[in-house]
């Protein structure tokens, strides 16, 4: 089937523009997690979706951060008066069953270059 | 708070070699270990998820085996080839890392030359 897929894959902007990422889990998964990676560095967890419960957003660097997921499928991240410092690929991976015992699937990704 | 730490930062083979990669983690209450390859400019493919109770996992030329009591893991490929050039990642899950809050390693970057 289908897996995660996020969009767009390559985003610009200039700062102090705000941007929106999306991500698309693959269906009938009911965890989503968002996750920054920055060149040279490690993935840094931002924020974590489980079902209806509330969001996990104690990894959101920032207030200019926030996502937000209708149920079960779509989540969009956004990001305010962008900072160049937010330029890295942001990730995005579903999974299914209860955490923490289960197996994260990740999408392509989205590269943010802020100028 | 868990540390996860992956040594080498980097291997170059050639190809046919057998290598093993090592994963390293401080807190060793682990719920699981899961091992990804990521390719340049591409987000993380899954290789291998070894739960707590389970000491190795298998899946062609991987092998990934778990000793919790030391905290590590180590991920085995077999007969090398150009195609596993990537970078190889580990995370793991534990209580004072967040539980479903996954701790990753920076990585181990392989290239594996003809």
């Known amino acids: 089937g289908a897996g995660v897929s996020q969009s767009p894959s390559n985003k610009v902007t200039e700062k102090g523009k705000d941007v929106e990422l999306r991500c698309d889990p693959i269906s009938g998964h009911t965890a989503l997690y968002w996750y920054r990676q920055r060149l040279g560095q490690g993935l840094e967890f931002l924020i974590y979706f489980q079902g209806n419960s509330a969001p996990d957003k104690s990894g959101l660097p920032s207030d200019r951060f926030s996502a937000e997921r209708t149920g079960e499928s779509v989540s969009t991240l956004t990001i305010q008066r962008t900072q160049q410092e937010d330029s890295a690929v942001y990730l995005c991976a579903s999974a299914t069953g209860l955490a923490p015992y289960n197996e994260q699937f990740f999408g392509p990704g989205t590269r943010l270059t802020v100028l | 708070k868990q540390e996860v730490t992956q040594i080498p930062a980097a291997l170059s083979v050639p190809e046919g070699e057998n290598l093993v990669l090592n994963c390293s983690f401080t807190?060793?209450?682990?719920?699981?270990l899961q091992w990804f390859r990521q390719d340049p400019g591409k987000g993380l493919t899954s290789l291998l998820l070894?739960?707590?109770?389970?000491r190795e996992q298998t899946s062609g030329r991987l092998n990934a085996s778990l000793d919790k009591s030391s905290g590590r893991s180590t991920l085995y490929i077999a007969a090398s080839q150009p195609g596993d050039s990537a970078t190889y990642l580990c995370a793991v899950r534990s209580m004072s890392g967040g539980s479903y809050i996954p701790t990753f390693g920076r990585g181990t970057s392989l290239i594996v030359h003809p």
């Open positions: 070894i739960q707590s109770s389970q």
């Open positions: 807190d060793s209450a682990i719920y699981n």
